[in-house]
């Protein structure tokens, strides 16, 4: 009954509130008080006692009334973070202060007139209980002090961290503990695992999704292509006035990466208890990653602190960033890949009894997280690949990428696990590593083969090439420059991976495709580079590869006498109008998938996704740098693309068909998807603009790399021909004895030097990143919907 009573006063005050026209003095504690003394609502109960109408209602009417609610709540949080909460009642009123706020804030970021509102310093001065915030804090705006109060609290014995009190009557004074004393668990730089407490996981898990809620004035804000703008909340909360940074930094990470979902192996474990730390880790990961969004402009530090002083930052350092990038201790980098790892690859875990293991859901945030350690802390990526801990890595990225190719809601999770790939296949150490065998059995609804990590990379990618949905096409160049990267250290491919190969050049340079947009051949040039990598570096042990390019020889053959005469084309594009799907389907073997496996689905109807900016092109996301004979990457100035550069007509009828951003202005990189969806319904008349001719055909066509591949044909196709007639041959096995040991030494072209495309960043992935990011976090903070229709404009949130 008590329960039932207090939330009846509780929705009596929020009607109080709104339908009051006189202001409510912030003296007038009786009425403040039934917002936060109640014991007994939830997070959820204040969501639903607090309609989003009533919000914006005192927002435009009784605006007073709203800020007074604002400072009332901020100035409980700064009580008790200096009191240190001891008493259960103040705990109870930091809480429902908490939850309040995580209500409100929205509501306040999505009005551009309230967004400085806690900039501002307190207004209220001369009312009572707010003269002493003004005092202490030297006038600091109120979201300062909000921050600052939500990490004090974040350490406050019993309440948040374990006390370490000597005795009963010793005390913990709030304003002297040292934090570094007590970071959540043991990892990095902390050696101590502080028992579990489920109540501290609970009210952290609280304050850390109002600090979320603070962080996400950004999805407010339209996609702009300057990214210097700052958010202000993150900028603070990550400077040196933060003076728990550094372990409440080491506190998220440690929590995330020493998290075991499978706890001691009890089979549903998960169904018979909740996991309050599972909650706090999702929460944890993504601070983590909307931190570490914002670097502040600055330098990335450099090894010596005394050269960080010597530059000039642009902005306040990010301490996150900082601390990130200076990680270097070995057992720290094998805490955190481990960490990750196992995180990643627990949704693959099979077991005998169904469901009987706990599967995360914040696998994006884990690979965002990844991306940021890679990005900020090279001596993190040069750690991960320097073992074949990587493939802990590939594996599951894999699996996420093929199980999302046919659902268009996971458009930005395709994305991120191939921008991590790309990014890896930039290094030799990436290449190398994929040779090794791959005995895992992870059920993927693909070819069942014997082989290596390369050949499960390839045999995925052309799964989704052949199979995802068409929103994908903007990532083909992506997928066969993560290909063209690794071909040079590709020891031996199996006969599925090599057919694979095969069936894409003979899909991508069918003339209609090549004829259909101005980039589509690039695609070829592409997979010749892969084949070329390939026959110059590894012809021993890849005579799978030479038996099926001598398969298929008359693939090269045709591309090498394609018609580029006006009726050709137009032949060629009429036989486009006959055929519905992208890339023939047939002829690729597809064979028997693998035992256990789902095939991959669309969207459920009704799921909501969040819209994300276009990619750039793939010129723009890479930089070339060419391989010396010592083994050290050299930077290949730019210049002229091989591939003629496009007209303006060109490009426009290229975008049309695919998302990506070549030829196209900057500011053009930041259209959500719903703008270029109406975007390219203009842009298919320009389209029409746009013809194939002759002139643009040669232009491409006298480039093919076909000099090696033509070579070799010239000089196996004969030799295995004559030993089927000699010997009577009809047996695969035999061919492939004689091309194992066969040699083309002094016979091909010398050998051209190998080219990497390493990624790099730019403003345009850097916008991509911030709308997937934030989508995600939009989309997965639903039990309470934080964000759930407000006036967001960093995306669009779409139902599919």
């Known amino acids: 009954m008590g329960s039932s009573d207090s939330k009846l006063n509780f929705r009596k005050a929020v009607i109080q509130l709104t339908t009051k026209t006189q202001p409510v003095e912030a003296t007038d504690d009786a009425f403040w008080d039934q917002f936060w003394t109640d014991a007994t609502t939830t997070v959820q109960d204040v969501f639903a006692l607090v309609p989003a109408a009533e919000i914006r209602a005192v927002r435009e009417e009784s605006p007073s009334n709203l800020a007074t609610l604002c400072y009332k709540a901020v100035e409980k949080l700064v009580q008790a973070a200096e009191s240190g909460c001891p008493s259960e009642r103040e705990r109870q009123v930091v809480l429902n202060c908490t939850r309040i706020l995580t209500r409100i804030l929205p509501y306040i970021f999505e009005d551009q007139d309230w967004r400085g509102f806690f900039w501002s310093t307190v207004p209220g001065a001369g009312r009572a209980g707010m003269n002493e915030l003004e005092e202490d804090d030297g006038a600091r705006p109120l979201a300062e002090l909000l921050l600052l109060a939500v990490a004090d609290l974040l350490f406050c014995p019993d309440f948040t961290v374990h006390s370490h009190k000597r005795g009963p009557d010793s005390v913990e004074s709030m304003q002297s503990i040292d934090s570094c004393e007590y970071i959540w668990e043991a990892g990095v730089g902390f050696a101590q695992s502080p028992p579990l407490n489920y109540i501290h996981d609970l009210n952290r898990t609280e304050l850390l999704r109002l600090l979320l809620t603070c962080f996400s004035e950004t999805m407010y804000l339209p996609p702009a292509s300057d990214n210097t703008v700052l958010n202000p909340w993150v900028t603070f909360f990550c400077s040196a006035e933060n003076r728990h940074a550094l372990p409440l930094f080491t506190s998220l990470l440690n929590v995330v990466c020493a998290y075991d979902p499978v706890g001691y192996g009890i089979p549903y474990n998960h169904l018979l208890f909740s996991d309050y730390r599972e909650q706090l880790v999702e929460q944890a990961v993504q601070i983590l990653i909307v931190t570490l969004e914002h670097d502040a402009g600055a330098p990335q530090p450099p090894a010596s602190t005394s050269s960080i002083e010597e530059q000039e930052p642009t902005g306040p350092e990010n301490l996150f960033v900082n601390y990130l990038s200076r990680i270097h201790r070995e057992e720290d980098f094998d805490f955190v890949l481990k960490g990750l790892a196992r995180l990643l690859t627990n949704p693959l875990t099979q077991t005998y ?254 799921t909501l996704k969040a819209s994300l900016v276009a990619i750039p092109a793939i010129d723009k996301l890479t930089e070339k740098s060419q391989v010396s004979e010592d083994g050290t990457m050299v930077s ?87 030993i089927c007639i000699d010997k009577g041959l009809t047996d695969e096995s035999e061919i492939l004895k004689f091309l194992q040991h066969g040699t083309l030494v002094g016979l091909l072209p010398v050998p051209h030097p190998i080219l990497i495309r390493k990624y790099q960043a730019n403003a345009g992935t850097a916008m991509w990143f911030r709308t997937y990011m934030w989508g995600v976090v939009y989309l997965r903070n639903v039990d309470p919907p934080i964000w759930y229709d407000t006036d967001v404009r960093l995306f669009e949130i779409q139902r599919m």
């Open 353 to 606: 009894l169904p469901n009987s293991t706990k599967k995360i859901q914040f696998h994006q945030e884990l690979l965002v997280l990844f991306w940021k350690l890679c990005d900020f802390n090279k001596k993190f990526l040069f750690f991960v690949l320097k073992s074949s801990d990587v493939l802990d890595i590939l594996v599951p990225i894999l699996y996420y990428l093929n199980d999302a190719r046919a659902d268009q809601s996971r458009v930005g999770l395709m994305h991120i696990g191939v921008f991590i790939l790309l990014l890896l296949s930039g290094e030799r150490n990436f290449g190398v590593r994929l040779n090794k065998p791959y005995s895992l059995h992870v059920p993927m609804d693909i070819p069942v083969f014997t082989g290596t990590h390369a050949d499960l990379l390839i045999v995925v990618f052309h799964k989704i090439i052949t199979t995802g949905h068409q929103r994908l096409q903007p990532l083909y160049d992506c997928l066969l420059t993560i290909i063209v990267n690794v071909s040079p250290y590709l020891k031996s491919l199996s006969m599925v991976a090599a057919n694979k190969l095969l069936h894409l050049l003979e899909a991508f340079s069918t003339s209609w495709y090549l004829f259909s947009t101005a980039q589509n051949h690039h695609l070829v040039f592409f997979l010749l580079e892969t084949f070329n990598n390939i026959i110059q570096y590894q012809f021993d042990g890849n005579c799978n590869l030479v038996y099926a390019i001598i398969r298929k020889r008359n693939v090269f053959h045709q591309l090498a006498n394609l018609a580029s005469d006006p009726a050709s084309i137009q032949k060629a594009l009429q036989k486009k109008k006959k055929s519905p799907d992208l890339i023939s389907r047939t002829n690729s073997q597809e064979t028997v998938s693998m035992e256990g496996s789902r095939p991959a689905v669309p969207a459920e109807p009704g």
């Open 636 to 722: 290949v100035p730019k210049t002229d693309s091989p591939q003629p550069v496009q007209s303006d007509l060109s490009a426009a009828a290229g975008t049309s068909d695919t998302e990506s951003n070549s030829g196209r202005d900057m500011e053009d990189v930041f259209y959500t998807e719903a703008e270029m969806q109406r975007r390219r319904l203009s842009s298919a008349s320009s389209a029409s603009l746009w013809a194939p001719t002759p002139e643009w055909v040669l232009s491409w066509k006298c480039k093919l790399p076909l000099q090696t591949i033509m070579r070799l044909l010239q000089v196996l196709v004969p030799q295995v021909e004559k």
